[in-house]
Protein backbone atom coordinates (compact mmCIF):
# COMPACT_ATOMS: atom_id res chain seq x y z
CA UNK A 1 0.00 0.00 0.00
CA UNK A 2 1.06 3.32 -0.34
CA UNK A 3 0.82 6.47 1.99
CA UNK A 4 -2.54 7.85 0.76
CA UNK A 5 -4.48 9.64 2.79
CA UNK A 6 -8.11 10.77 2.81
CA UNK A 7 -8.43 13.94 1.24
CA UNK A 8 -7.66 17.16 3.48
CA UNK A 9 -5.11 15.09 5.75
CA UNK A 10 -1.88 15.97 5.99
CA UNK A 11 0.38 13.20 6.76
CA UNK A 12 1.44 13.56 10.33
CA UNK A 13 5.22 13.75 11.80
CA UNK A 14 6.20 13.27 8.37
CA UNK A 15 10.14 14.30 8.67
CA UNK A 16 11.52 17.04 6.18
CA UNK A 17 15.12 17.23 6.69
CA UNK A 18 16.86 15.58 9.50
CA UNK A 19 20.24 13.45 10.39
CA UNK A 20 18.69 10.93 11.81
CA UNK A 21 16.62 10.12 8.15
CA UNK A 22 17.84 6.44 6.96
CA UNK A 23 15.83 5.04 4.41
CA UNK A 24 17.71 1.85 4.31
CA UNK A 25 16.13 1.23 7.60
CA UNK A 26 12.39 1.50 6.58
CA UNK A 27 13.16 -0.58 3.28
CA UNK A 28 14.69 -3.48 5.29
CA UNK A 29 12.11 -3.05 8.18
CA UNK A 30 9.32 -3.77 5.14
CA UNK A 31 10.66 -6.16 3.21
CA UNK A 32 11.45 -8.18 6.34
CA UNK A 33 7.69 -7.66 7.67
CA UNK A 34 6.16 -8.79 4.53
CA UNK A 35 7.81 -12.18 4.49
CA UNK A 36 8.43 -12.56 8.30
CA UNK A 37 6.10 -10.75 9.97
CA UNK A 38 2.78 -10.95 11.50
CA UNK A 39 -0.27 -11.46 9.09
CA UNK A 40 -2.95 -13.65 10.69
CA UNK A 41 -3.85 -11.11 13.80
CA UNK A 42 -7.66 -11.05 13.90
CA UNK A 43 -7.80 -7.19 13.85
CA UNK A 44 -5.05 -7.06 10.56
CA UNK A 45 -8.00 -9.03 8.86
CA UNK A 46 -10.19 -5.49 8.67
CA UNK A 47 -9.33 -1.53 8.14
CA UNK A 48 -12.21 -0.47 9.65
CA UNK A 49 -11.14 1.84 12.51
CA UNK A 50 -13.32 1.09 15.32
CA UNK A 51 -11.60 -2.75 15.05
CA UNK A 52 -8.11 -1.20 14.99
CA UNK A 53 -8.79 0.89 17.61
CA UNK A 54 -9.98 -1.28 19.83
CA UNK A 55 -7.42 -3.84 19.96
CA UNK A 56 -4.03 -0.71 20.48
CA UNK A 57 -6.28 0.04 23.17
CA UNK A 58 -6.63 -3.34 24.58
CA UNK A 59 -2.83 -4.12 23.65
CA UNK A 60 -1.30 -1.15 25.56
CA UNK A 61 0.53 -3.28 28.21
CA UNK A 62 -0.91 -6.78 27.30
CA UNK A 63 0.41 -9.61 25.43
CA UNK A 64 -1.10 -10.70 21.94
CA UNK A 65 -2.36 -14.18 23.36
CA UNK A 66 -4.24 -12.38 26.06
CA UNK A 67 -5.96 -9.46 24.31
CA UNK A 68 -7.03 -12.09 21.48
CA UNK A 69 -10.32 -13.68 23.49
CA UNK A 70 -10.88 -10.44 24.88
CA UNK A 71 -11.10 -8.38 21.64
CA UNK A 72 -13.31 -11.25 19.75
CA UNK A 73 -15.79 -10.70 22.54
CA UNK A 74 -15.93 -7.37 22.63
CA UNK A 75 -16.87 -7.50 18.55
CA UNK A 76 -19.42 -10.17 19.57
CA UNK A 77 -21.06 -7.74 22.17
CA UNK A 78 -20.22 -4.65 20.59
CA UNK A 79 -19.95 -5.30 16.92
CA UNK A 80 -19.86 -1.23 16.00
CA UNK A 81 -18.97 2.22 18.14
CA UNK A 82 -21.94 2.64 18.45
CA UNK A 83 -22.92 -0.25 19.94
CA UNK A 84 -20.15 0.21 22.56
CA UNK A 85 -20.96 3.88 23.22
CA UNK A 86 -24.86 3.18 23.96
CA UNK A 87 -23.57 -0.02 26.35
CA UNK A 88 -23.94 0.55 30.22
CA UNK A 89 -20.61 0.88 31.66
CA UNK A 90 -21.27 -1.46 33.84
CA UNK A 91 -21.27 -3.91 31.47
CA UNK A 92 -18.31 -2.65 29.41
CA UNK A 93 -16.21 -3.03 32.97
CA UNK A 94 -17.68 -6.78 33.27
CA UNK A 95 -16.33 -7.55 29.46
CA UNK A 96 -12.71 -5.96 30.30
CA UNK A 97 -12.84 -8.12 34.00
CA UNK A 98 -9.80 -9.61 33.82
CA UNK A 99 -7.55 -7.79 31.20
CA UNK A 100 -6.18 -5.47 33.95
CA UNK A 101 -5.47 -1.14 33.80
CA UNK A 102 -9.47 -0.90 34.31
CA UNK A 103 -9.02 2.89 33.22
CA UNK A 104 -8.36 2.01 29.73
CA UNK A 105 -12.01 0.04 29.47
CA UNK A 106 -13.47 3.31 31.35
CA UNK A 107 -11.44 5.40 28.49
CA UNK A 108 -12.90 3.22 26.28
CA UNK A 109 -16.27 3.43 26.82
CA UNK A 110 -15.75 7.65 27.00
CA UNK A 111 -14.27 7.53 23.80
CA UNK A 112 -16.55 5.50 22.08
CA UNK A 113 -19.26 8.40 22.93
CA UNK A 114 -17.28 11.00 22.19
CA UNK A 115 -16.62 9.83 18.10
CA UNK A 116 -20.46 9.09 17.98
CA UNK A 117 -21.13 12.41 19.53
CA UNK A 118 -18.73 14.65 17.67
CA UNK A 119 -17.70 12.19 14.79
CA UNK A 120 -20.85 10.68 14.02
CA UNK A 121 -18.96 6.87 14.63
CA UNK A 122 -16.33 7.92 12.03
CA UNK A 123 -12.98 8.28 13.77
CA UNK A 124 -10.89 10.98 12.74
CA UNK A 125 -7.95 10.28 10.17
CA UNK A 126 -5.83 12.95 11.67
CA UNK A 127 -3.75 11.89 14.59
CA UNK A 128 -4.00 14.79 16.31
CA UNK A 129 -7.46 14.78 15.92
CA UNK A 130 -7.21 11.32 17.59
CA UNK A 131 -4.97 12.38 20.69
CA UNK A 132 -7.59 14.20 22.02
CA UNK A 133 -9.99 11.56 22.82
CA UNK A 134 -9.72 9.84 26.31
CA UNK A 135 -7.17 7.04 26.49
CA UNK A 136 -5.41 7.53 23.58
CA UNK A 137 -1.90 9.08 23.01
CA UNK A 138 0.37 9.90 20.67
CA UNK A 139 2.02 6.79 19.31
CA UNK A 140 -1.61 4.93 19.46
CA UNK A 141 -3.20 7.78 17.75
CA UNK A 142 -0.36 7.31 14.92
CA UNK A 143 -0.78 3.54 14.66
CA UNK A 144 -4.58 3.84 14.46
CA UNK A 145 -4.50 6.40 11.62
CA UNK A 146 -1.60 4.20 9.65
CA UNK A 147 -3.12 0.94 9.92
CA UNK A 148 -6.98 2.27 9.45
CA UNK A 149 -6.27 5.32 6.99
CA UNK A 150 -2.45 4.59 5.78
CA UNK A 151 -1.49 8.22 7.12
CA UNK A 152 2.35 8.90 7.92
CA UNK A 153 2.61 9.36 11.41
CA UNK A 154 5.03 7.89 13.85
CA UNK A 155 4.48 5.34 16.54
CA UNK A 156 6.78 4.80 19.93
CA UNK A 157 5.47 2.30 22.14
CA UNK A 158 7.72 -0.06 24.32
CA UNK A 159 8.76 -2.14 21.77
CA UNK A 160 9.84 0.49 19.53
CA UNK A 161 12.00 1.66 22.03
CA UNK A 162 14.05 -1.55 22.70
CA UNK A 163 14.53 -1.73 19.07
CA UNK A 164 15.54 2.09 18.60
CA UNK A 165 17.62 1.96 22.26
CA UNK A 166 19.82 -1.52 20.32
CA UNK A 167 20.30 -0.99 16.81
CA UNK A 168 21.34 2.42 17.14
CA UNK A 169 23.04 2.53 20.47
CA UNK A 170 20.63 4.53 22.65
CA UNK A 171 21.78 4.52 26.37
CA UNK A 172 19.89 6.52 29.25
CA UNK A 173 16.36 5.25 30.45
CA UNK A 174 13.36 5.38 27.37
CA UNK A 175 10.96 6.84 29.75
CA UNK A 176 13.00 10.13 30.63
CA UNK A 177 12.30 13.50 28.87
CA UNK A 178 15.40 13.86 27.20
CA UNK A 179 15.90 10.17 26.05
CA UNK A 180 12.25 10.35 24.98
CA UNK A 181 12.43 13.12 22.98
CA UNK A 182 15.28 11.65 21.17
CA UNK A 183 13.62 8.66 20.42
CA UNK A 184 10.56 10.56 18.44
CA UNK A 185 12.96 12.81 16.72
CA UNK A 186 14.56 9.37 15.18
CA UNK A 187 10.58 7.91 14.72
CA UNK A 188 9.81 11.16 12.53
CA UNK A 189 12.86 10.95 10.58
CA UNK A 190 12.71 7.21 9.79
CA UNK A 191 9.46 7.34 8.45
CA UNK A 192 9.15 5.48 4.80
CA UNK A 193 7.50 7.33 2.09
CA UNK A 194 5.18 4.79 1.34
CA UNK A 195 4.57 1.19 2.99
CA UNK A 196 3.52 2.79 6.36
CA UNK A 197 1.47 0.30 7.32
CA UNK A 198 4.09 -2.79 7.02
CA UNK A 199 6.83 -0.29 8.51
CA UNK A 200 4.40 -0.10 11.65
CA UNK A 201 3.52 -3.23 12.20
CA UNK A 202 7.22 -4.27 11.22
CA UNK A 203 8.51 -2.05 14.27
CA UNK A 204 5.73 -3.95 16.71
CA UNK A 205 6.72 -7.49 15.32
CA UNK A 206 10.34 -7.12 15.54
CA UNK A 207 10.19 -5.95 19.29
CA UNK A 208 7.61 -8.59 20.20
CA UNK A 209 8.95 -11.60 18.26
CA UNK A 210 12.74 -10.70 18.14
CA UNK A 211 14.56 -8.09 19.76
CA UNK A 212 12.54 -8.96 22.67
CA UNK A 213 13.46 -7.85 26.54
CA UNK A 214 15.46 -11.26 27.43
CA UNK A 215 16.83 -13.63 24.95
CA UNK A 216 16.56 -11.71 21.62
CA UNK A 217 16.95 -14.07 18.33
CA UNK A 218 19.70 -11.53 17.23
CA UNK A 219 20.92 -14.20 14.73
CA UNK A 220 16.76 -13.64 12.98
CA UNK A 221 16.90 -10.13 12.66
CA UNK A 222 17.32 -7.95 9.84
CA UNK A 223 19.33 -5.51 11.70
CA UNK A 224 22.16 -8.00 12.85
CA UNK A 225 25.02 -6.17 10.87
CA UNK A 226 24.29 -3.10 12.14
CA UNK A 227 22.74 -3.52 15.40
CA UNK A 228 25.29 -1.27 17.58
CA UNK A 229 24.11 -3.50 21.14
CA UNK A 230 24.38 -6.68 19.13
CA UNK A 231 28.09 -5.49 18.24
CA UNK A 232 29.08 -4.20 21.45
CA UNK A 233 27.47 -7.16 23.07
CA UNK A 234 25.20 -4.78 25.27
CA UNK A 235 21.91 -6.28 24.62
CA UNK A 236 21.64 -7.25 27.83
CA UNK A 237 21.59 -3.53 28.69
CA UNK A 238 19.88 -1.82 26.27
CA UNK A 239 17.68 -0.39 26.72
CA UNK A 240 18.76 0.97 30.08
CA UNK A 241 16.30 -0.34 32.36
CA UNK A 242 14.09 2.08 34.72
CA UNK A 243 15.99 3.62 37.83
CA UNK A 244 14.41 1.69 41.13
CA UNK A 245 12.25 3.16 43.39
CA UNK A 246 10.78 1.86 46.42
CA UNK A 247 7.04 0.58 45.55
CA UNK A 248 4.77 1.45 47.77
CA UNK A 249 2.30 -0.94 49.70
CA UNK A 250 -1.40 -0.42 50.86
CA UNK A 251 -3.71 -2.52 52.75
CA UNK A 252 -7.66 -2.58 52.37
CA UNK A 253 -9.97 -4.61 54.79
CA UNK A 254 -12.90 -6.28 52.90
CA UNK A 255 -16.18 -8.05 54.33
CA UNK A 256 -16.46 -11.69 53.08
CA UNK A 257 -20.06 -11.80 53.80
CA UNK A 258 -21.51 -14.98 53.73
CA UNK A 259 -25.18 -16.24 53.76
CA UNK A 260 -25.30 -20.01 53.32
CA UNK A 261 -24.11 -20.53 50.21
CA UNK A 262 -24.08 -16.82 48.81
CA UNK A 263 -21.42 -14.40 49.04
CA UNK A 264 -22.21 -10.21 48.95
CA UNK A 265 -20.72 -8.10 46.11
CA UNK A 266 -20.64 -4.23 46.27
CA UNK A 267 -20.21 -2.09 42.85
CA UNK A 268 -16.91 -0.27 43.40
CA UNK A 269 -16.54 3.55 42.19
CA UNK A 270 -16.26 4.21 38.97
CA UNK A 271 -12.91 6.08 39.25
CA UNK A 272 -9.67 4.12 40.86
CA UNK A 273 -8.59 0.86 41.21
CA UNK A 274 -11.08 -1.72 39.46
CA UNK A 275 -13.52 1.28 38.86
CA UNK A 276 -16.95 -0.27 37.95
CA UNK A 277 -16.81 -4.03 38.70
CA UNK A 278 -18.01 -5.67 41.58
CA UNK A 279 -15.90 -6.92 44.35
CA UNK A 280 -16.20 -7.13 48.57
CA UNK A 281 -17.39 -4.75 50.31
CA UNK A 282 -14.19 -2.57 51.73
CA UNK A 283 -13.81 -0.94 55.19
CA UNK A 284 -13.19 2.79 54.64
CA UNK A 285 -11.39 2.50 51.72
CA UNK A 286 -7.43 1.46 51.34
CA UNK A 287 -4.54 2.80 53.21
CA UNK A 288 -1.01 3.27 53.13
CA UNK A 289 1.10 0.66 55.20
CA UNK A 290 3.20 1.61 57.45
CA UNK A 291 6.27 -0.68 59.26
CA UNK A 292 3.62 -2.03 61.70
CA UNK A 293 0.35 -2.81 59.47
CA UNK A 294 -2.65 -2.19 61.35
CA UNK A 295 -4.35 -4.76 62.63
CA UNK A 296 -7.68 -6.14 61.84
CA UNK A 297 -8.20 -7.23 65.66
CA UNK A 298 -8.04 -3.47 66.23
CA UNK A 299 -11.34 -2.89 63.67
CA UNK A 300 -13.15 -5.57 65.03
CA UNK A 301 -15.25 -3.09 66.08
CA UNK A 302 -15.71 -1.09 63.33
CA UNK A 303 -15.65 -4.28 60.90
CA UNK A 304 -18.63 -5.30 63.19
CA UNK A 305 -20.90 -2.56 62.79
CA UNK A 306 -20.21 -2.39 58.98
CA UNK A 307 -21.33 -5.75 58.66
CA UNK A 308 -24.36 -5.71 60.64
CA UNK A 309 -25.79 -3.39 58.09
CA UNK A 310 -26.55 -6.02 55.90
CA UNK A 311 -27.55 -9.21 58.34
CA UNK A 312 -27.52 -10.65 61.73
CA UNK A 313 -23.83 -12.00 62.27
CA UNK A 314 -23.64 -15.82 63.65
CA UNK A 315 -19.45 -15.73 63.32
CA UNK A 316 -16.43 -13.67 62.09
CA UNK A 317 -13.14 -14.97 60.63
CA UNK A 318 -9.97 -13.33 60.19
CA UNK A 319 -8.57 -15.27 56.90
CA UNK A 320 -4.97 -14.99 55.52
CA UNK A 321 -3.79 -11.44 53.85
CA UNK A 322 -4.11 -11.92 49.95
CA UNK A 323 -1.64 -9.74 48.19
CA UNK A 324 -1.89 -8.64 44.91
CA UNK A 325 0.72 -6.50 43.19
CA UNK A 326 0.17 -3.01 40.66
CA UNK A 327 2.17 -1.34 38.24
CA UNK A 328 2.41 1.57 41.19
CA UNK A 329 1.86 -0.05 44.69
CA UNK A 330 1.14 -3.66 45.98
CA UNK A 331 -1.83 -4.21 48.05
CA UNK A 332 -2.23 -6.11 51.04
CA UNK A 333 -6.04 -7.54 51.18
CA UNK A 334 -6.85 -8.52 54.59
CA UNK A 335 -10.26 -10.58 54.12
CA UNK A 336 -12.75 -10.82 56.99
CA UNK A 337 -15.33 -13.51 56.74
CA UNK A 338 -18.47 -12.75 58.03
CA UNK A 339 -21.30 -15.61 58.59
CA UNK A 340 -24.86 -14.23 58.67
CA UNK A 341 -27.93 -16.28 60.19
CA UNK A 342 -30.60 -13.30 58.14
CA UNK A 343 -29.58 -10.87 56.19
CA UNK A 344 -31.07 -7.63 55.66
CA UNK A 345 -32.73 -6.08 52.45
CA UNK A 346 -30.02 -3.94 50.96
CA UNK A 347 -30.63 0.03 50.38
CA UNK A 348 -29.46 0.05 47.46
CA UNK A 349 -29.81 -2.67 45.31
CA UNK A 350 -27.83 -1.68 41.88
CA UNK A 351 -25.03 -1.69 43.56
CA UNK A 352 -24.54 -4.91 45.84
CA UNK A 353 -25.55 -8.69 44.99
CA UNK A 354 -25.82 -11.87 46.19
CA UNK A 355 -24.31 -14.40 44.08
CA UNK A 356 -23.37 -17.98 44.82
CA UNK A 357 -19.83 -18.38 45.78
CA UNK A 358 -19.32 -21.62 44.37
CA UNK A 359 -20.12 -20.17 41.12
CA UNK A 360 -17.61 -17.53 41.52
CA UNK A 361 -15.16 -18.79 38.27
CA UNK A 362 -17.81 -17.38 36.27
CA UNK A 363 -18.19 -13.75 37.65
CA UNK A 364 -16.65 -10.92 36.09
CA UNK A 365 -14.15 -9.97 39.38
CA UNK A 366 -11.00 -8.58 40.00
CA UNK A 367 -8.60 -11.17 39.85
CA UNK A 368 -7.34 -11.19 43.26
CA UNK A 369 -10.88 -11.41 44.79
CA UNK A 370 -12.00 -13.91 42.05
CA UNK A 371 -9.05 -16.08 43.49
CA UNK A 372 -10.11 -15.58 46.73
CA UNK A 373 -13.66 -16.42 46.60
CA UNK A 374 -12.81 -19.79 44.23
CA UNK A 375 -10.59 -20.44 47.54
CA UNK A 376 -12.85 -20.20 49.97
CA UNK A 377 -15.63 -21.97 48.27
CA UNK A 378 -13.70 -24.48 47.39
CA UNK A 379 -12.85 -25.36 51.36
CA UNK A 380 -14.47 -28.36 52.79
CA UNK A 381 -14.71 -26.61 55.78
CA UNK A 382 -17.57 -24.42 54.16
CA UNK A 383 -20.04 -27.16 53.39
CA UNK A 384 -23.28 -25.85 52.55
CA UNK A 385 -25.49 -28.25 51.82
Avoid at 322 to 332: E, G, N, P, S
Avoid at 360 to 370: G, Q, R, T, V
Wanted: overall charge neutral; proline content about 7%; glycine content about 6%.
Amino acid sequence: MTSSTPDGVVPANHPVDSDDSDPSFSATLIAWQRQHGRHGLPWQQSREAYRVWLSEIMLQQTQVSAVIPYYQRFLNSYPTVFALAAAPVEDVMEHWSGLGYYTRARNLHQCAKQVVEKYQGQFPADPALLQELPGIGRSTAAAITAFSYGTVAAILDGNVKRVFARVFGIAGYPGSKPVEDLMWKRAQALLPSEGIEAYTQGLMDLGATLCTRSKPRCQQCPFQNRCVAYAEGRAAELPTRKPPKAQKEKQAVMLLLQHEHQILLERRPPTGIWGGLLSLPELDGMQDCSDERVSVDAQMVALRQRASQFGDISAMHVLPVVIHAFTHFKLHILPVQVLLDKRHALVAEDDHRWLDIRQAEEYALPAPIKNLLVSVGAQASFAFD
